[in-house]
């Protein structure tokens, strides 16, 4: 099980062996983490991007998938893209979010990622509350059978980092 720690930041600031990036479907960019990685990343992820896009990948990344690229100028080697869901009130999807966590530990391992931050998936843009996502994250990360040694929450506000404190500290 890896060991979960805490980091109150900007996660394109990190140096680590894979940065996630929570994406979306298009993996064309967007705001958020995905604009800061890209801002940041430069160019060389944005290309790697559309070369999946015009590969295999050609329907764009499913919710819950993950798949690596470059880090381009970041402090990593690798980005790892994951698309969280959107919250709904009206359907459970806390497996769809769960499987961002466990998919990029996977795609850490095909890579061999020792150290692998993780920012707050779906928080944002896609409204999931905070306690919650928290909760799934850890439950997931702590339930993954991954060789990942370390996994980096970066939360960018207090407000998340208290709620993966609170999770973590379970
Ligand atoms: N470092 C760490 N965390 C960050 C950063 C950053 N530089 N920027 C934002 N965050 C936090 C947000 O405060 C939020 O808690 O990351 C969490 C996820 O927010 P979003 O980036 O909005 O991601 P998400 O909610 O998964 O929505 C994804 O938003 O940016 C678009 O292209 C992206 O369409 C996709 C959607």
């Not at 801002?39 to 295999?56: M, N, Q, V, Y």
């Amino acid at each position: 099980m890896p060991t979960i720690t805490l980091v109150r930041g900007d996660i394109t600031r990190q140096h680590a062996d894979a940065i996630v990036n929570a994406a979306n479907s298009s993996l064309l960019g967007g705001g958020g983490v995905d604009g800061a990685i890209h801002r940041r990343g430069g160019p060389a992820i944005l290309k790697e991007c559309r070369r999946l896009r015009a590969g295999h990948l050609g329907k764009g990344l499913p919710t819950g998938r993950a798949v690596a690229t470059t880090a381009g100028d970041l402090d990593a080697r690798w980005v790892i893209h994951t698309v969280g869901p959107v919250h709904r009130t009206t359907e459970d999807r806390s497996g769809l979010l769960a499987s961002c966590y466990r998919e990029a530990l996977r795609v850490a391992d095909e890579l061999g990622a020792r150290d692998v931050a993780f920012p707050a998936i779906s928080t944002g843009v896609y409204r999931w509350p905070l306690d919650d996502a928290a909760r799934i994250a850890v439950e997931t990360v702590r339930g993954a059978d991954t060789s990942v040694e370390e996994v980096r929450f970066v939360l960018f506000d207090d407000r998340a980092h208290e709620a993966f404190a609170a999770q973590a500290a379970r």
